[in-house]
């Protein structure tokens, strides 16, 4: 890589002017962009880039990593379009010292973030949108669902899944994951056509999680593998959300696939403008009770005992379909490897001898 192209651009792009856009860009976390429409999101101190963050080039480059005083400063990686990235150790906007990129092949952590609201302050409660945040946080921590640790998993349910709560949790594990991890974002509760609505929603839009917002956070991960799950009404709209996409995996089972290169995984309920329905007789949302069975062995069609993310999204779609009379359409969305692994499967034969839903 050209050092001196590099420090030309950087001394270029920390005199353009910018704007705060979200957040607090005094003394926080929060997202500005430059006069040439390049885009920082991370910490701030004194009203410039310091602690950790991301800023996203115009030209397609990309530097995540440690700032200080508006210049990298720390370990980070520069992400150079048409180059071979960079990692290293940076001092006052200069590389001082190269450092190896992560190894592909390392076996990876997953994190993840469980949303689950019913009792809203403002809107219908919902029936069993808590326990499906449950349900599904308990099959993560199974050894089918990754083993997850209390450690990498944080559940939020009701009362304290308010937007900042939320917000504040997923920046934490984002934070927390490198490069070779995987994020998983579940949320089930009402949607509106570009967002998640939180327990403390009250009517304004400044109340909403909006889908910017998630993909913003999630895309300041080192993570390389992240996916979203998202069991609302009008969840469907995640498809014209702008920004980081999501995509993922389960830990042991990315070793074989880590030289793939998967890419985004986006899987939502219903389509945009439909009802994402809970069932009085499954006493549970339709979507995530059908997610579960396929999670735990159903979606296996081919009876490898590895559920791939396209035979997830063909078990459930279908099911769902049937079930609510084509009410209800599941969508998946993304530049997703199609043979990407989501779950384990024990006791497999026993599972699909059944002609269960």
Request: charged content about 25%.
């Amino acid at each position: 890589m050209n050092t001196r192209l590099l420090l030309l651009f950087l001394i270029i792009s920390n005199n353009l002017i910018a704007q705060c856009i979200s957040g607090d860009c005094d003394n926080g976390e929060g997202t500005y962009i430059y006069q040439d429409k390049s885009t920082y999101t991370g910490d701030f101190v004194g009203g410039l880039a310091e602690g950790y963050g991301i800023c996203q080039y115009t030209n397609g480059n990309r530097y995540m990593g440690h700032w200080k005083k508006h210049k990298f400063h720390g370990e980070g990686v520069f992400y150079k379009k048409e180059d071979d990235n960079v990692k290293g150790l940076w001092e006052d906007g200069k590389l001082t010292k190269l450092l190896k990129i992560e190894n592909d092949n390392a076996i990876p952590k997953v994190w993840a973030i469980v949303v689950g609201v019913a009792s809203y302050n403002h809107l219908r409660r919902l029936k069993f949108t808590d326990d499906d945040a449950y349900k599904m946080y308990a099959f993560l921590k199974s050894p089918e669902g990754g083993a997850i640790t209390d450690k990498q998993a944080k559940i939020l349910i009701d009362e304290s899944a308010t937007k900042q709560n939320i917000i504040q949790t997923m920046r934490s594990i984002a934070k927390k994951a490198s490069y070779n991890d995987v994020i998983i974002f579940y949320f089930s509760g009402h949607g509106d056509q570009d967002s998640f609505l939180p327990y403390d929603f009250d009517g304004d839009d400044i109340n909403k999680l909006t889908f910017n917002e998630v993909n913003t956070i999630l895309g300041l991960s080192k993570a390389s593998r992240k996916i979203c799950i998202a069991d609302a009404c009008h969840s469907g709209g995640l498809v014209t959300a702008k920004g980081k996409g999501f995509d993922g995996n389960v830990a042991k089972n990315y070793f074989s696939l880590s030289k793939k290169n998967a890419k985004t995984a986006i899987l939502v309920s219903s389509q945009a403008g439909e009802v994402s329905m809970e069932n009085a007789t499954l006493r549970q949302g339709t979507f995530s009770y059908f997610l579960l069975k396929g999670l735990k062995g159903n979606a296996d069609r081919d009876r490898d005992n590895v559920v791939t993310i396209t035979e997830l999204y063909n078990y459930v779609s279908r099911q769902v379909k049937s079930y609510s009379r084509n009410d209800q359409n599941p969508a998946l969305f993304g530049t997703y490897d199609k043979d990407m692994p989501i779950a384990k499967v024990r006791g497999h034969g026993r599972l699909l001898t059944k002609k269960s839903p």
